[in-house]
Structures are given as C-alpha cells and as structure tokens.
C-alpha cells in the first residue's frame, strides 16, 4: 500500500513539474537569447514531442496493442481484447504525466547543445537538478527510456492477460 502511495507521488510530482515547464517554455524565453526565432522552434519541438508522446503512449498503444495481439492469435470471442483494452487504458491514463515528462526529456535530448545555455534550458537542468548539458542529456535519455519501458510494460501486461485462462480465447 505504501508503495501505491509512494509511486502516485512520484507521478504527481512528474506531472506538477512536466506542467510548468511545458507551460513555461514558452513564455519564458527572452528576447536577448541568442538566436530567438530557434529556441521557439526547439520549445514548440519539446512540446510537440510531449503531447505526442502521451498520446501514443497513453492512447494508442494500449488501444491496438491487444487488438493486433487479437488478429494474430487464435481468439474467437472480442472479449479478450476489449477488457485488455480497458485495463491497458486505466494503466496509461495513471501514467500520462509521466508520458508528458518522458516526452519532454526526449525533446531536450534532441535539442542542440545551445538549448541548455538558454532561459528555458536553464529552467530545464534546474527541474531535473543537473547544471552540467552532459549530465542533463543521461538523464533525459534515462527519462526517455523509463518512458518507453512504461509503455512497453503496459503492452506485456495486455499480452499478459489476453492469454491468462480469465479471458476467453
């Protein structure tokens, strides 16, 4: 029970934190920054990779995961995989923010390195607690792939259960 808790305050902290970067990307980029008109396109790139992110990961994913599963294997009856569905969707929907957050961390991974030298940049490295461009580039790709792991681990646990003997094959 108290890991329950301890993990919805993980995924509270990720979407509290996700939010006001993605939020204040935009608005808080300076006019004196170097090369302005490229830092918005580098912050709507990191917004574009967020909201992408958990769309296929908190949406898509867990929505044709099972109904592939479904076509490939030997299934007679729809209910297997409109129950794997469901679940895999209460699971994402539990996990979105930290879709939001991995999402992110992929766009500043991708970001060129005067990103980090940026308003927004700065704001970055402070929310993940790096001051060093290398480091804060580990620590998105961990985010990254945490994000990825997540999504995959939702996808097993649909596989899981469709060929548990609760569902009807």
């Avoid at 302005?36 to 992408?52: D, H, K, N, P, T």
């Avoid at 957050?101 to 390195?113: E, N, R, S, Y």
């Avoid at 700065?122 to 990825?148: D, F, M, N, Q, Y």
């Amino acid at each position: 029970m108290f890991k329950l808790i301890r993990y919805l305050q993980i995924v509270l902290a990720f979407s509290r934190a996700s939010r006001q970067f993605l939020d204040e990307s935009q608005g808080s980029l300076d006019e004196d920054d170097v090369d302005y008109e490229a830092l918005r396109f580098y912050c709507r790139g990191i917004v574009a990779l967020a909201v992408l992110f958990a769309v296929l990961g908190g949406l898509v994913a867990p929505v044709t995961v099972p109904w592939l599963i479904y076509h490939a294997g030997d299934f007679r009856n729809p209910t297997a995989p409109i129950g794997a569905t469901i679940i895999g969707l209460i699971f994402s929907l539990m996990t979105v923010f930290l879709y939001l957050f991995a999402g992110a961390a992929t766009g500043c991974l991708l970001a060129p390195g005067s990103f980090f030298d940026s308003s927004v940049g700065r704001k970055w490295l402070e929310l993940i607690g790096t001051k060093s461009p290398t480091a804060a580039r580990v620590i998105c790709l961990v985010l990254a792939l945490i994000g990825v792991g997540v999504v995959m681990g939702v996808a097993a646990l649909q596989a899981w259960l469709m060929y548990s003997p609760g569902f009807a094959k």
